[in-house]
């Protein structure tokens, strides 16, 4: 359904910090997202698509659903997560977010892998 990863490298020192956010896959789109307080983002799923998510802002409640099986995260900046095909999602905005999404297949305008 879900699964939440680990940074798989995290340096820090004078300069700054590098947060590693995952080094496997095959990820064909990356998208910058940001939603008010309050507004609902979702309420679909794929049939193909593995997405993954990487909070840098704000904080987010999700609610995933497959075969009868209903699960509810919150999730706030440095989260990162993956949703499997199949999955049906919504997210509520606990408060103004910004997040990384990736995508394993190229969303097609003409022919969305989104399902409501």
Known sequence: MYKVLESYFC???ERGSIKGIINSGNWQEINYIT???GCIRGGH???KTTELFYILKGSIKAVFEKEEQKQECKFSCGDIFL?????????EML???EW???LSIRMDNNSPDIYK
């Open 11 to 13: 340096h820090k020192d």
């Open 95 to 97: 408060e103004d977010s």
């Open 45 to 47: 799923y794929h049939k």
């Open 100 to 102: 990384i999404n990736m």
């Open 83 to 91: 949703i499997e095909p199949e999955t049906f999602h919504t997210f």
């Open 35 to 37: 939603s008010k307080k």
